[in-house]
Structure formats: C-alpha cells, structure tokens
C-alpha cells in the first residue's frame, strides 16, 4: 500500500544552534515514496528515497515519517549528536545537556552516532507554535524488530500496531505510544522540526531548550 501522508523532519535546525555542534550542510535526499505492508498485528514499512544507496547513509541529517490513524507518526531518522534512541552509540563524554534518556552532545562526542531508527513519535499541542503542534515525546526503544538499508531504501520491519508500552526518551519513564491501526493515507504533508528555546540572546544557551515544533516546509509531491 503507498502511503502519500508523508512527514519530512531534521534536526540540522536544533543541531545548528548548538554552540558546541559544528553546523551542518548536508542536504536531505527527497522521498519518493512510502509503502506499508500490515501483517496480522505487525506491519513492515519501507521509504524509498530518489537518488542512489549512497545519499541516505549518514551523515545526512533529517528523517521521514507515515502518519497513524492514532494520531501519532511512525519516523525513521538519522541525526549525529542527538542521542535519543537505543540504536545510536552511547555518549562517552559530558553531554551538553539531558533530558530523560535523551542526551545532546558535545561536537567531539566519538559516541552519540547517526545511526538510522525508528521513533513513535506522539505530537503535542503547543500554543508556541505557527502549527500549535510540538513533539511530546517519542520512544528510546526501536518498535521495529529489524531497520536495514538496502539501495535507496529504508525497510522496518515487523512494528507492532495498536498501543504497547515503550521508554519515553524525554521523560525517561514508561509510557503508552500507538501505532494505530492504518496510517492515514489523505494528502500529503512536510513538516520541519523548530527548537523553542527560553534564551533569546546570541549565542543561543542550548541548554534551555523548551520544546521542538513542527512546522510547515513545502507541500509535498503526490
């Protein structure tokens, strides 16, 4: 089944306002489609991007994602230095900051890779936002059984539908996330990820970051 509600996200934005994180220019490569097989109470995903094998190894920065019928997105992502899932290698010096399990890291961190995973992502309203959409959290742990890279391809395989309890990587704590039934197949939709921090003097204080929107990029080709 192709699914055209695709959610583009990055977090070069965040990442760049890091005084201690190197910006980063590395364009995303463009998806050319989604595609969801459901299998009894699983079901495989695979995003199909344009280009060769070679544009969707890190270090690209950003990430793709299906919307659920439970009002939740399904995200696979690869973003160094942001460590917020149990597939990325562990920071092995001080982080800049922490929160939860989750952990931003120095920009000579060997650790806190750009290992591509897959996040439940539940979305939260936020008045601060153009959207009033932010990220409320997402799960440390993989949903999928097995994520590999073949060609110009992401494949997850065997994620759980319906509710189950995950590591919520902000909070730290157990938490129910749904992966719904279906994903939501009406229109497409590209989104951008945008830091709200409670400093607004120059240079940003990366440490008080607040909260991380989503916002409208371009739309979408069907």
């Known amino acids: 089944m192709n699914i055209k509600t695709i959610m583009v996200i990055?977090?070069?934005?965040?990442?760049?306002?890091?005084v201690t994180v190197p910006a980063i220019a590395e364009a995303f490569p463009?998806?050319?489609?989604?595609?969801?097989?459901?299998?009894?109470?699983?079901f495989n995903l695979r995003f199909q991007f344009e280009g060769k094998s070679s544009d969707i190894v890190p270090p690209a920065f950003g990430g793709v994602a299906v919307l659920t019928d439970a009002g939740t997105a399904i995200a696979a992502t690869t973003h160094d230095r942001f460590y917020d899932s149990e597939k990325q290698t562990a920071p092995q010096e001080e982080p800049v900051v922490s929160f939860?399990?989750?952990?931003l890291c120095t920009g000579t961190d060997p650790g806190c890779g750009p290992e591509w995973h897959i996040h439940i992502v539940n979305p939260v309203e936020d008045?601060?936002?153009?959207?009033?959409?932010?990220?409320g959290e997402l799960t440390w742990e993989d949903p999928s059984?097995?994520?590999k890279l073949a060609g110009p391809n992401i494949i997850a395989k065997k994620i759980a539908l319906g509710a189950n309890e995950y590591t919520a990587s902000l909070a730290g704590e157990t938490l129910v996330f749904d992966?719904?039934?279906?994903?939501?197949?009406?229109?497409?939709?590209?989104?951008?990820?945008?830091?709200?921090?409670?400093d607004t003097e120059e240079p940003i204080d990366p440490t008080t970051l607040a909260g991380i929107c989503i916002?409208?990029?371009?739309?979408?080709?069907?």
Do not use: H, Q, Y
């Open 30 to 42: 463009s998806l050319k489609k989604a595609v969801v097989d459901v299998e009894d109470d699983t």
């Open 179 to 198: 992966a719904g039934t279906v994903p939501d197949a009406n229109g497409s939709l590209a989104f951008d990820l945008t830091p709200i921090f409670t």
């Open 215 to 222: 916002e409208p990029l371009a739309a979408s080709e069907d």
């Open 100 to 103: 939860g399990v989750a952990a």
């Open 145 to 147: 059984e097995k994520l």
């Open 10 to 18: 990055s977090m070069a934005t965040i990442l760049s306002l890091a």
């Open 127 to 135: 008045d601060r936002c153009f959207t009033g959409l932010a990220v």
